[in-house]
């Protein structure tokens, strides 16, 4: 059980498109969903919180109209990259929770902005 | 503000062996703790969740230890193997009862056979 995809695993796009990303838990139901993006040899940073049925809560420093969060369902959570730059290719990985404690994560998605 | 820190340099040891892994913290008091496993190019997975209140917790070949008043957590891995080479994440409870994670910057760690 707890089960988190993610989708897609790995996408490259020119410098200036928007890449939607799709996170899902399986099994349960997620109150709550994160989105974190990982540099190479480097912790998770946490960029978002997000809420079904209402607006995500950003960590400080990461621009809103960037990265844009909706959870439309008790889910599923999408996180798209706005105008993407060469600077915003990172690995993403989202994670959710049940009324729990724990986080479950997914895959994680590659992203490469030429 | 809260700080995690975990030994940055990884960690070599023989199949078989103990694997012994830190996690420190400050400026915090968190009602639990959390640790993952990570794999090149995929997300954490959960292992551990030890609360304030627990000493020690075990499975299988795991076993975490939580010491609220030194801050620190230690992870350990008996009887080592090569298929336990990953690498290791801590994670507190962020402050405001949000669900937020703050994860360390993690341990590496490499079994030989």
């Known amino acids: 059980g707890a089960v988190v995809s993610q989708h897609p695993s790995r996408v490259i796009c020119k410098s200036g498109t928007s890449v939607k990303i799709e996170c899902r838990s399986l099994?349960?139901?997620?109150?709550?969903m994160f989105w974190y993006r990982q540099f190479p040899k480097k912790s998770l940073m946490l960029m978002a919180t997000?809420?079904?049925?209402?607006?995500?809560?950003?960590e400080q420093g990461v621009e809103k109209d960037k990265f844009l969060i909706n959870h439309a369902s008790l889910t599923l959570s999408t996180l798209t990259v706005t105008s993407a730059h060469p600077e915003d290719s990172s690995f993403y990985i989202c994670?959710?929770?049940?009324?729990?404690?724990?986080?479950?994560f997914g895959p994680g998605t590659r992203l490469t902005v030429l | 503000s809260q700080k995690i820190e975990q030994n940055s340099e990884a960690l070599n040891i023989q199949e078989g062996k103990t694997a012994t892994l830190t996690c420190n913290y400050t400026?915090?008091?968190?009602?639990?703790l959390q640790w993952y496993r990570q794999d090149p190019g995929r997300g954490p997975v959960f292992l551990l969740l030890?609360?304030?209140?627990?000493k020690e917790k075990r499975k299988e070949r795991l076993k975490v230890t939580f010491d609220t008043t030194l801050k620190q957590s230690l992870f350990h891995i008996t009887a080592s193997q090569p298929a336990d080479s990953a690498t290791y994440l801590c994670?507190?409870?962020?402050?405001?009862?949000?669900?937020?994670?703050?994860f360390g910057q993690g341990t590496t760690l490499q079994v030989k056979p």
């Open positions: 400026n915090y008091s968190p009602a639990y």
């Open positions: 997000s809420n079904e049925g209402s607006k995500a809560t950003y």
């Open positions: 030890i609360r304030e209140n627990e």
């Open positions: 994670s959710a929770t049940p009324l729990t404690d724990t986080q479950y």
């Open positions: 994670a507190l409870e962020g402050s405001g009862n949000t669900g937020k994670l703050i």
């Open positions: 099994d349960f139901q997620a109150t709550t």
